[in-house]
């Protein structure tokens, strides 16, 4: 009775197939409801939350809500994952899980879109559900200030749709995609230095290994010497989270079994085999 209730005051707030963001917090009120349980039973009844208004020519509602019924695991928020949990959240994923152990320093400031003057010595994670529920608050978020490793990762990603690579260490990185790989989790790749980047995605039977097979015995990679600008990351993430949709959907053709290489100072990007 209480969902049919809910349905008929859904119907009786909406605008044509809109569900402005008002009538979506009237009606979390009225129901003693979370705006994820009603943004979902809105999906499911064929509205769209006005918020994805500009979403709709390019994702359906029933794709919307097959978003907001996915959990994806962002490892890392730094210089990509600021973006990806920022960019995640607007497109409509319900859950995001952070993983990060790091707090914020002074050196993030000129790229990681989650650093602020007033965040330093916070927690990325920490940071990043508060920004969330600034964007989203539909959007339900876990905050996990461990550093992944072979131990935590069955519990980290236990439940997840997809996993977002935000590292900057590439052995973490190997063990990352073996855990993926393990599970038949897919995976979507990031890496970025200077002026270049890289993106692929690890469907479940694929194999990432042959591209993370190059590593400095101390798995930094060449970041440390070409440093990273504001662009860099924002570009790569943007195409990560591309991907992670694509994933999610069943759209498209996912950079399964190649690499995306991006060149972005003589601005090529080049596809190339995983060997």
């Not at 730094?78 to 993983?99: H, K």
């Not at 759209?251 to 995983?274: A, K, N, T, W, Y």
């Amino acid at each position: 009775m209480a969902t049919e209730r809910m349905h008929a005051f859904l119907r009786e707030r909406a605008e044509g197939d809109l569900l402005p963001w008002r009538a979506q917090c009237d009606l979390a009120e009225r129901f003693d409801a979370s705006l994820g349980e009603i943004e979902d039973a809105a999906l499911a009844a064929g509205l769209l939350p006005g918020r994805y208004r500009r979403n709709r020519e390019t994702v359906s509602v029933e794709e919307q809500l097959r978003l907001f019924r996915s959990r994806v695991v962002v490892i890392g928020c730094g210089g990509l994952g600021g973006y990806l949990v920022e960019q995640l959240a607007r497109i409509g994923v319900g859950e995001l899980a952070l993983v990060d152990p790091d707090v914020f320093e002074e050196h993030n400031l000129n790229r990681q879109l989650l650093s602020s003057p007033a965040h330093l010595g916070r927690a990325k994670v920490e940071v990043g559900c508060e920004r969330v529920a600034a964007v989203n608050p539909a959007v339900t978020t876990s905050a996990h200030r461990v550093a992944f490793s072979l131990e935590n990762a069955r519990g980290l990603l236990a439940g997840s749709a997809a996993v977002v690579d935000g590292l900057d260490n590439t052995l973490v990185r190997r063990d990352l995609a073996a855990v993926c790989r393990e599970l038949g989790v897919p995976l979507v790749h990031g890496a970025i230095a200077g002026w270049y980047g890289q993106v692929a995605a690890q469907l479940p039977g694929d194999d990432l290994s042959p591209l993370l097979r190059s590593a400095s015995a101390s798995g930094r990679g060449v970041e440390a010497t070409l440093g990273n600008p504001s662009f860099t990351p924002a570009v790569i993430a943007s195409l990560q989270v591309a991907e992670v949709v694509k994933v999610l959907l069943g759209r498209g053709r996912p950079l399964s079994g190649r690499s995306l290489f991006v060149d972005l100072l003589d601005m090529r990007f080049e596809e190339i085999g995983h060997a």
